[in-house]
């Protein structure tokens, strides 16, 4: 299975996103795509970035939640 990241500048995030409970927003994130996209992903992050690994063949699936949630 091929995996594709979609990279997430830390910076850009906005409200309702607190930015100081990192760990929060990946988990919120992570249950929104299992949950509403019924994708699973990976999600990491740096001082800077957030990555989110997702199979690419669900990668347009992620990227619309993504998208609705304001994050992308």
């Known amino acids: 299975m091929e ?38 992903a990976r999600l990491t992050a740096d001082s800077m970035t957030i990555a989110i690994d997702v199979a690419t063949d669900q990668l347009p699936a992620a990227a619309a939640l993504l998208h609705e949630l304001g994050l992308i």
């Open 3 to 40: 995996t594709s990241t979609i990279r997430i500048a830390i910076r850009s995030l906005n409200e309702p996103w607190d930015t100081s409970r990192i760990r929060a927003v990946l988990d919120e994130i992570e249950a929104s795509l299992r949950e509403e996209a019924n994708v699973p």
